[in-house]
């Protein structure tokens, strides 16, 4: 694993811990500029046409409740994992999986008896999608997160029973969605999780939010929410080829989770923003994800 010295405790003086260098330093400096200009330079969303894929049917406590699962190129795809790596995952609890989706809004319809009724469109990548028409594990996780995701977001309580309509694509009509641009292509979401080797108790270390994405093909980020800290002092942080471990001062927090691609530690750099609270990383892959 890469040791801690690759930290620099603030984004603005960039101080060295260590035997940084100053060309390591300048490195460091320029890739987070580089990220917060391409931060700052995007549109704050997009507007995005889903196509028709398949539709399930529920209900609530305030009646049937249909779900067009869509898709577009335009939503980004979930790491590209296999069903044996992903079912392990799962099983040991490791890291938290998630299928990057947009939500649409509630929308009034009318069943095939001229009921009312309520028609939400949940649209992921296309490629994705195709993927999981050839897989019934994939279908029922994806639908099962949407279900998830809707009962988050619209506070409902959906019945966990469901099926899939038969030659019927969608019910209604798909309107355009908005999905907003800044929100880089998450290749997961690892945040709260640790090896189930190693409990801690409650009493202990906050374990931080981490939010990983691909930058470039061979680039991944991640930033890691400390709301707690005002800088990097204290701080350790060790990166292996697929493993990310963090500690923070005065055991404040630990993070420790496995990253399902090969990092290339040596040349991984991190450092401290003040205002946001976050330590920023940037990890170079020595395979590219297909």
Not at 201 to 220: M, N, R, V
Request: hydrophobic share 35%; glycine share 6%.
């Amino acid at each position: 694993m890469a040791d801690s010295k690759m930290l620099v405790p603030e984004l603005n003086d960039a101080e060295t811990m260590g035997a940084e260098t100053s060309r390591f330093e300048e490195l460091l400096l320029q890739a987070s500029k580089e990220l917060q200009q391409a931060q700052t330079s995007r549109p704050e969303s997009t507007r995005i046409q889903p196509q028709p894929g398949f539709c399930i049917k529920t209900n609530s406590a305030e009646g049937k409740v249909f779900i067009n699962i869509c898709h577009s190129p335009s939503i980004p795809p979930p790491a590209d994992l296999t069903e044996d790596e992903l079912l392990q995952m799962l099983e040991e609890d490791q890291a938290g999986f998630r299928i990057p989706m947009s939500l649409g809004e509630p929308h009034a319809e009318l069943d095939a008896k001229g009921q009312g009724c309520t028609a939400y469109d949940v649209a992921v990548n296309s490629d994705f999608f195709r993927r999981m028409q050839n897989s019934d594990f994939l279908r029922e996780l994806v639908i099962t997160i949407a279900r998830e995701g809707l009962e988050d977001k619209y506070g409902l309580q959906l019945n966990p029973e469901w099926r899939i309509l038969k030659n019927r694509p969608f019910l209604g009509s798909i309107s355009q969605q908005n999905i907003r641009s800044q929100q880089r292509p998450r290749i997961q979401e690892l945040g709260n999780l640790h090896t189930p080797s190693s409990p801690r108790p409650e009493a202990g270390p906050e374990k931080p939010h981490l939010s990983l994405w691909l930058e470039a093909p061979d680039l991944l980020l991640a930033e890691i929410d400390l709301p707690k800290l005002d800088g990097a002092l204290g701080l350790s942080l060790e990166v292996g080829e697929n493993r990310l471990v963090m500690g923070g001062p005065q055991q404040l927090y630990h993070l420790d989770t496995y990253i399902p691609l090969r990092i290339n530690c040596d040349e991984s750099k991190a450092a401290f923003h003040q205002k946001r609270k976050q330590l920023m990383v940037a990890m170079p892959l020595l395979s590219v994800p297909s």
